[in-house]
């Protein structure tokens, strides 16, 4: 199957999820995944789309350009390798990473490398920063893929450690239970 992955970005208005679905719909396409976020005042939105036989993703950025650019998105298109939906995953468990402390230049990527040193993987990052020195106002979530072989009880002390050394308040939780705690 041929598909491609769009990146939108610009500034967020009403009606852009609605202006890219119809865009890939008159071009017969099909949408797999998306994932979309208002950051500040600015829109981002990731879609994955299959494309239909004829179409390529060069044809479709074109397509999609022509109706964003008017609404001053950006548009990237990337086409996908072909075969990457038969490589299966590792055995993994989800997590959810919550750090709740002070701001600072280069925090996700401390918290960011002890996950990947020990090859566990961030399917999802949120991070809320409102600056000021309050703990409360400052909040980062991984969700996060941890492979069966990794030592949980040696990651969740390299993940104490450093949100020590910065200042954080950190919790590790199964997503099941954060879920389940979260639920309204």
């Not at 994932?35 to 494309?51: D, H, K, N, T, Y």
């Not at 090859?119 to 920063?129: E, H, K, P, Y």
């Amino acid at each position: 199957m041929n598909k491609a992955i769009l990146s939108i970005l610009g500034r967020d208005r009403p009606g852009i999820v609605a202006t890219v679905a119809r865009a890939l719909s008159d071009h017969d396409c099909n949408i797999e995944n998306v994932s979309q976020a208002m950051l500040q005042a600015e829109f981002a939105g990731i879609f994955l789309v299959s494309l239909p036989r004829g179409l390529t993703a060069g044809d479709l950025h074109r397509a999609v350009e022509a109706r964003l650019k008017p609404l001053g998105l950006q548009v990237h298109t990337k086409p996908c390798e072909p075969g990457g939906e038969s490589c299966a995953p590792p055995a993994c468990e989800p997590f959810v990473i919550t750090t709740r402390g002070p701001d600072r230049r280069g925090l996700v990527a401390d918290v960011a490398e002890v996950i990947a040193r020990h090859g566990v993987n961030i399917t999802n990052l949120q991070a809320f920063f409102k600056g000021g020195e309050a703990p409360g106002d400052n909040i980062m979530i991984y969700e996060v893929d941890v492979p069966a072989a990794v030592d949980q009880q040696a990651f969740a002390r390299d993940l104490n450690a450093r949100a020590d050394n910065l200042q954080l308040d950190l919790s590790v939780q199964h997503r099941n239970i954060f879920e389940a705690l979260h639920r309204i």
